[in-house]
């Protein structure tokens, strides 16, 4: 059954190259999240270790700032190249490049005023990191986020012309080329900014490389007579609409953790965190499902084939869930062994926590799969609102929960909930609009 629908998934050989390339970055990432972390905790110790965990989420905060525009300008893109409208097109290319490279540069402007106005120690509860470390560490990973965005304007070309699969190879050998320079950093006992100045310069060099590769493929030259501020400002309200999901993922993920590090302590973070990270490889599957069909879903929607939209959705949502079920048994019979390898017995297995995070994440499923066609067409709107307001619910819920029981294991069932109501939202949503649509 699951090869039936893994066939019907790949319809074309984009959406097969585009699984191929997604795939290959689980391994990529199952390096840089999972076989990393003993060699932190080695290297570090738990302490040094939490602090860099805390850094890394504080400067992804920063990743919101593009405002949810790249994705927005992607979708439209292939939805418009698909019509053959490619003077719009090119504005879009243009308007995207020259709002990020401004976001940007006050982005990093505004950091540089923090990290040296603000006690960043004492107000993210660091314990072992000297405050100068922290100043220039966090820059350096401010600074990475915001070239990532940058690099990111190109994967527009990338799907309109059904090669995502080529970007998301170019962006796996990326993280690969981090993920060794963070290994040789700990192994040559580097020091901490020098880690990060290096870290940042794999993200730099794939700017650069995709802005000249996307020139093979379509005929665009950054051009300022072709920024066109009317076409930017009809695309503001979907995009800030878009922006609230790395908000929700900001509260839930970055907001769980600063949470549990103040409530719980440093030696139960990297407890939570590294059970979070051995769970999250379900979510890497359904990722990889997801954003393989993305691209598709927006060109189909953009030729107005509702069929096959259709098709695409219902058999990725059958595969994610399936998969996801496999290897949440895996998980729950391995997980003990696995967890006594990989942290080197440094970390006590709970069982209890797995169990927490695998059902939080099968409830994910539903929802999250069944996003990715009200995202692939721009109608996310109410979609991201509840998702905001629905994680601030959580957090709110672990705080409660945490002044009665103080759990680990309950506070993370806090997250069940919501998952629970955009599932329900996502799937009557998506059933009425491809009925609706392919004239069903």
Known sequence: MLLIKLKQLSMGKPILKNLCANFSGIGINLFCQVILVPFYIEQWGVDKYADWIV?????????????????????????????????????LLTDNYF???????????????????????????????SSKTTRVVLLLLVIQIFVSMIGGVSNAVYRSKSLTFRSIYIDNLAKLVEGFILLSGLLLHCRLELLAFFYVIPKIYVMVYKYYDIKKIYSFVFQ?????????????????????????????????????????????????????????????????????VWPELSIAYGKHDYVKMKRMYYSSLFLSVALSILISIFLLIAGPFIYVVWTNNEIEFDFSLMFAFLLVLFFNNFWFTGSVVLAATNKHSVLSILFVLGSCLSLLMAYIINLYFHSLIYITYSLVVIDMILSMYTIKTNRCLLRLNSHI
């Open 224 to 292: 300022i007579n072709n920024i066109d501020i009317k076409l930017l400002k009809g695309l503001l309200f979907p995009s800030f609409s878009f922006m609230l999901f790395p908000v929700g993922n900001l509260i839930i993920q970055q907001g769980f953790t600063l949470f549990v590090n103040k409530y719980f302590g440093a030696s139960s973070l990297v407890l939570y965190n590294t059970t979070r990270t051995l769970c999250n490889f379900i979510k890497m599957i359904m990722n990889s499902i997801n954003y393989s």
């Open 99 to 129: 709002l990020l490279l401004i976001v940007s540069l006050f982005g990093i402007i505004g950091c540089l005023v923090f990290v040296n106005i603000c006690d960043v120690n004492s107000l993210l509860g660091l314990s072992v990191l």
């Open 55 to 91: 850094l890394s989420s504080v400067s992804s905060v920063f990743s919101m700032s593009d405002i949810g525009l790249n994705t927005v300008i992607s979708n439209q893109f292939s939805i418009k190249m698909a019509q053959g409208d490619e003077q719009y097109c090119r504005s």
